[in-house]
């Protein structure tokens, strides 16, 4: 399965903001090679494009459904024995649940319900202190 196609256009595929929800995001992916990445897509679609980076990689399809089974058969799946996580490359990665690092810590709020109750605790140590 040669690739007949232009790393040039190729590229500019991979690259077009217009055409991402077509395209895949592989994470976690062995060394491999183009073909060899082309190959795990085409049972779902047509690949008109592909990039393969150190660890990570992206196939593009003809269209968002194609790319959306592709990725959902894809995802957690084992490619060259390594699990891969696979996601629609268009759609924003769901955020973490780790509060914003400029969010301050806030105390809970004092209730007010009995001012006579004071619920404070004093441990005297050393009698000779106080």
Do not use: W
């Not at 001012?115 to 106080?130: G, L, M």
């Amino acid at each position: 399965m040669g690739d007949t196609r232009p790393e040039g256009n190729n590229l500019g595929l991979i690259k077009d903001p217009n055409l991402a929800k077509n395209r895949i995001f592989l994470g976690n992916i062995p060394v491999c090679t183009k073909e060899e990445l082309e190959s795990i897509g085409g049972p779902y679609g047509t690949v008109i494009a592909s990039m393969v980076k150190d660890k990570f990689a992206f196939l593009q399809f003809e269209s968002e459904e194609v790319a959306n089974k592709a990725a959902k058969a894809l995802h957690k799946s084992t490619f060259k024995g390594k699990p891969i996580n696979v996601r629609n490359a268009g759609y924003q990665k769901p955020p973490t649940s780790k509060p914003p690092a400029n969010a301050s810590i806030l105390p809970p709020p004092i209730l007010e319900s009995n001012p006579d109750i004071n619920d404070c605790e004093i441990i005297v140590v050393n009698k000779n202190n106080t």
